[in-house]
Every structure is written in C-alpha cells, then in structure tokens.
C-alpha cells in the first residue's frame, strides 16, 4: 500500500489564488521530504528540500515566497502555491527516504493543479 | 553532481517482443540507481533498484535491469512486453537519501 500521502490529487483554481498541497508520510517519519514539479511530457525537477523544524531549502530558480514549504511534522509537508498564474499549472509531487541509506524514496501519488 | 542520461524519449516494440530502456548516469561518488514507471496523472512506482551487491537487479512486472560500472549504464529490460507495460519510464540516480536526480523519461508504447 502507499506510504507517502499527498493531497488533493488535482486542484483547479483561479488566477490570483492561493493553494496548499499535503505530503504525508503513512507509518515512518520523515525528516525530510522532496518536492518536485513535472511539466506535460517532461521529467520531474526538484523544487525544494524540506526539513521538519527548519528552513525549506529551494533550488535554484524555484521562488521561495511563490512556493511556501512548511514541515510542521515528522510526518508532514505541506507546499502552498500562492498567487498562482496560468503558468504554475504543473504536476506536483512530493517524495519522502525512510530511514537508512539503502531505503528507495517513497512517491505520492501527485497532484494536478490547474489554474484558469 | 549526478546526472542521467536516457537515449530515446520513445520507444515502440510490439507485444511479446524484447522491452529495452537505456540509461547512462554521471556519479562522482558511487551512485544508487533506479527505475520508476509513471501512469497518466499519476505518481512514480519503484519498478527496482541497485545500491550495492549483485549487479543484476529484479524488479516488479517482470523487468530487470544490470548495473556496468565500466559503462556507465542501468538499462531496463523485460523479455516480453504486454500490453500493460505502456507508460512512462524514469531513471533516476542519487547517492543515499538525497533527491533523487531523473533522466528526461522513455515512452514507451506496445503495439498489439
């Protein structure tokens, strides 16, 4: 069964609005989480990193104050698009490691935003 | 820095015939390895992966895939395509728990 959680798996909203997708880790605790964005027909690029009690860290080109991360939890992340446009219309998707080094990072099942 | 290089965006094979995905990364440091399968509007599925250990990696659906250090490669194999096997492909790299760096994806159809 899945183990990382994400919420909703598609959104429509308007121009303007604001946004928040969850990432939930099911039954380990997460320190950190990805999240990522795929554009139609292209591979997933990561956005940023977040960090249960600190600072999300943002990759280059990815605007911090356009997209709040917030890991408030072990076992959760929430990513919030705010002021969102046409253009940050994409497939969202957050990934979680369980502990160990071997362990394979886990995926939810993404969320489609579209913004009119 | 990590990279993945996967030759190919689309490949078509017909149904029963060999399945094969190339992929070739760039590591400085050694490098775990990993294919995922994307559905329409969906999340990835780990379809396998290497860490460390035995070269030739078993992964769900059938698929397998060898690890070549020589060559740089992770390609994914199946003997047999069906037709379920349609979707996106995903070679990824990272060095632990790190995100995970992915290949631009391999479509792939199955003609009946």
């Known amino acids: 069964g899945a183990v990382v959680s994400q919420h909703p798996s598609w959104v429509i909203c308007k121009s303007g609005t604001s946004v928040k997708i969850e990432c939930r880790s099911l039954d380990f605790q997460a320190t950190t989480m990805f999240w990522y964005r795929q554009f139609p027909k292209q591979s997933l690029m990561l956005m940023a990193t977040s960090n249960e009690g600190s600072k999300a860290t943002y990759e280059q080109g990815v605007e911090k104050d356009k997209f709040l991360i917030n890991h408030a939890s072990l076992t959760l992340s929430t990513l919030t698009v705010t002021s969102a446009h046409p253009e940050d219309s994409s497939f969202y998707i957050c990934?979680?490691?369980?502990?160990?080094?071997?362990?394979?990072?886990?995926f939810g099942n993404g969320t489609r935003l579209t913004v009119t | 820095a990590q990279s993945v290089t996967q030759l190919g965006s689309h490949v078509s094979v017909s149904e029963g015939a060999l399945v094969l995905l190339r992929c070739n990364y760039s590591?400085?440091?050694?490098?775990?390895l990993f294919w995922y399968v994307q559905y329409p509007n969906q999340g990835l599925q780990l379809l396998l992966k290497?860490?460390?250990?035995?070269?030739l990696v078993k992964g769900i659906n059938g698929f397998e895939a060898e690890f070549k250090k020589s060559e740089t490669s992770f390609h994914l194999t199946k003997p047999s395509a069906h037709m379920s096997d349609a979707a996106e492909y995903f070679c990824a790299v990272n060095s632990g728990n790190t995100p995970l760096v992915f290949g631009k994806g391999t479509r792939l159809s199955v003609i009946a």
């Open positions: 990934s979680a490691p369980r502990q160990g080094r071997n362990s394979p990072l886990h």
């Open positions: 590591s400085s440091v050694p490098p775990y």
């Open positions: 290497y860490t460390t250990g035995a070269t």
